[in-house]
Structures are given as structure tokens and as C-alpha cells.
């Protein structure tokens, strides 16, 4: 190797790193082949049981059971968003009887009468109100009213429209209490 000249010598080693990169890819090509060639039974049978699976989905998506099993799941699901809310009042820190309580004991005349009440569950960021729908004899009788339930425990705050106060005598009201 020493006795050849320069020019020949780059030849040479050049020729050497393509026989090695020729020899590696055959060795990388035979054991890629021999990988697959081992790899297909299992290929197959992966596939056909895919499709076997799906076959069996799709037989079982047509009949009457699964219908009725995917209604009645429906169903389910709609009686629980239906009891989600009592499920959110019971777990309030207000009980509704101690509550109703509350409201109609500021009711110490006959001067105020509540036709309708409603309770709101609040949301996340939302306390849980309660509108009052009724009918006060004065407007002194309305302002003593709302002025008591202030007071009380249960209430953060009283929303109450100017149109409560506009008329003298015989006021319909309505008001919403923001629980705490």
C-alpha cells in the first residue's frame, strides 16, 4: 500500500468506504426482509380480527337490544341531570325549611302576602337566590318587609325593581334574595 502513489491511495479508500456501505445495506436490506417475512402471520391475523371486531360492532349496533339499552342509557342520563339539582340544594349549607321558615316569619302582618316562591340553584361563581312574588296593602308594609329579610342569616343581598315602589297602596312585588 505504501508503494502507491498518492492519487491512487484516495481512490482506494474511497472505494473501501463503498464496499462497507454496500456490505451494510445488504445486511440492513436481509434483516428488514427477514423482520417482515416473520412479521406477516401476525400482521394478517391482527387484521382479520380487526375486522372481525368490527363486523361484530356493527351487528350488534343493529339490533333491538342495543336500542334499548342506548334509550334507556339516555334516559338515565336525563333523570340524573333531574336530580342533580335537589342533589346540589341538599348539599347547600341552607336547608329549604329553615329557609321558607325565615322568609315567612318577616311576614308578621296581614298586610303582606306571598303568592309565589322560587329557588334558584346557583352555578360556580353564582350564589343560589330565591324570588318572592306577592302583594303588600302600603308601601311602608313592603319597605318593613324587605328591610327585615336584610336582617336575616341566610341573605347576602335583596334585588328589588324601582316598579315595586311606584304605587301608594295594593303593590304587586317582586323580589329576588341572594343567599349566601
Do not use: C
Amino acid at each position: 500500500m505504501n508503494l502507491i502513489p498518492p492519487e491512487y491511495k484516495k481512490g482506494l479508500a474511497l472505494e473501501a468506504w463503498r464496499r462497507y456501505a454496500f456490505t451494510f445495506g445488504v445486511y440492513l436490506a436481509a434483516v428488514a426482509l427477514i423482520a417482515i417475512t416473520l412479521l406477516l402471520p401476525s400482521f394478517f391475523f391482527l387484521r382479520l380480527q380487526i375486522e372481525n371486531l368490527q363486523d361484530n360492532l356493527a351487528t350488534i349496533q343493529k339490533s333491538d337490544d342495543y336500542k334499548k339499552v342506548f334509550s334507556k342509557q339516555r334516559d338515565v342520563e336525563q333523570i340524573n341531570r333531574a336530580l342533580a339539582a335537589f342533589v346540589g340544594f341538599d348539599k347547600s349549607s341552607i336547608q329549604a325549611s329553615a329557609l321558607l321558615e325565615e322568609i315567612f316569619s318577616h311576614m308578621t302582618s296581614t298586610d303582606i302576602v306571598i303568592s309565589n316562591t322560587a329557588y334558584a340553584r346557583g352555578q360556580a361563581p353564582q350564589a343560589p337566590s330565591v324570588a318572592i312574588t306577592g302583594k303588600a296593602a302600603t308601601r311602608d308594609a313592603f319597605r318593613a318587609f324587605t328591610e327585615e329579610l336584610g336582617k336575616s342569616m341566610y341573605v347576602k343581598g335583596i334585588v328589588s325593581p324601582i316598579s315595586n315602589l311606584l304605587d301608594q297602596k295594593d303593590i304587586s312585588f317582586s323580589i329576588t334574595l341572594n343567599l349566601k
